[in-house]
Nanobody
Framework: QVQLVESGGGLVQAGGSLRLSCEAS????????MGWFRQAPGNEREFVAS???????YYADSVKGRFTISRDNAKNSVYLKMSSLKSEDTAVYYC??????????????????WGQGTQVTVSS
């Protein structure tokens, strides 16, 4: 079993930055693909970014060039640095862990463990 706890959400003005953190406990963190998804009211949960054990990353087109995902296996943690935030980035952000095969990192059902979510609100 893996427990994921997100932190770092909050209220920020458009154009600003936030850094989300997710700390994992339980099974070996380093073996998992780690990802971030988000869900806005009335919308489905959508992929944001993922990072493999090797460090290879993948981003949704909507955040490419603005968000950066990273991981620190020694600290059992994954991070999402968000810059140039827009009002449409407002959502609950979820940290997730799993072992999706290559080419399927953006499917939520490929992940096994989820955090409780952290709210990010971008004011325009």
């Amino acid at each position: 079993q893996v427990q994921l706890v997100e932190s770092g959400g909050g209220l920020v003005q458009a154009g600003g930055s936030l850094r989300l953190s997710c700390e994992a406990s339980g099974r070996t963190f380093g073996s998992f693909v780690m990802g971030w998804f988000r869900q806005a009211p009335g919308n489905e949960r959508e992929f944001v970014a993922s990072i493999r054990r090797s460090g290879s990353t993948y981003y949704a087109d909507s955040v490419k060039g603005r968000f950066t995902i990273s991981r620190d296996n020694a600290k059992n943690s994954v991070y999402l640095k968000m810059s140039s935030l827009k009002s449409e980035d407002t959502a609950v952000y979820y940290c997730t862990a799993g072992q999706p095969p290559y080419g399927r990192s953006w499917y939520a059902n490929e992940y096994d463990y989820w955090g409780q979510g952290t709210q990010v609100t971008v004011s325009s």
